[in-house]
């Protein structure tokens, strides 16, 4: 069984910092791990994701520029560090984890690929 477990959530402030962690357990062969952000009222939207393979990174076009993805095998934990945050991007952040084979950019981007999702936290960006 595979669990996710994000951190690193809370309030800051427009224009302030946040490192999002998402550990990762259980023995599973994984292509590809995201964040995805749900705020109130609103559809779930893609934020980040890497492509296991080739470690090529995408990003939502609302946070490029601003998030950086990275991802420490060794330890099976992703990270999201969030720069010059903005009250728009305040919503609860999930992790997620695709068990399946290395696939085109597109699919990477799709909530509905991926297998596991974490419990989420929550990101508040508020004066």
């Known amino acids: 069984q595979v669990h996710l477990v994000e951190s690193g959530g809370g309030l800051v402030q427009p224009g302030g910092s946040l490192r999002l962690s998402c550990a990762a357990s259980?023995?599973?062969?994984?292509?590809?791990m995201g964040w995805f952000r749900q705020a109130p009222g609103k559809e779930r939207e893609f934020v980040a994701a890497i492509r296991v393979a080739d470690r090529n990174t995408f990003y939502g076009r609302s946070v490029k520029g601003r998030f950086t993805l990275s991802r420490d095998s060794a330890k099976n934990t992703m990270y999201l560090q969030m720069n010059s945050l903005k009250p728009e991007d305040t919503a609860v952040y999930y992790c997620?984890?695709?068990?399946?084979?290395?696939?085109?950019?597109?699919?990477?981007?799709?909530?509905?690929?991926?297998?596991?999702w974490g419990q989420g936290t929550q990101v508040t960006v508020s004066s």
């Open positions: 997620a984890l695709r068990a399946g084979r290395n696939s085109i950019m597109t699919v990477y981007l799709d909530a509905d690929s991926y297998n596991y």
């Open positions: 259980g023995a599973v062969s994984s292509d590809g």
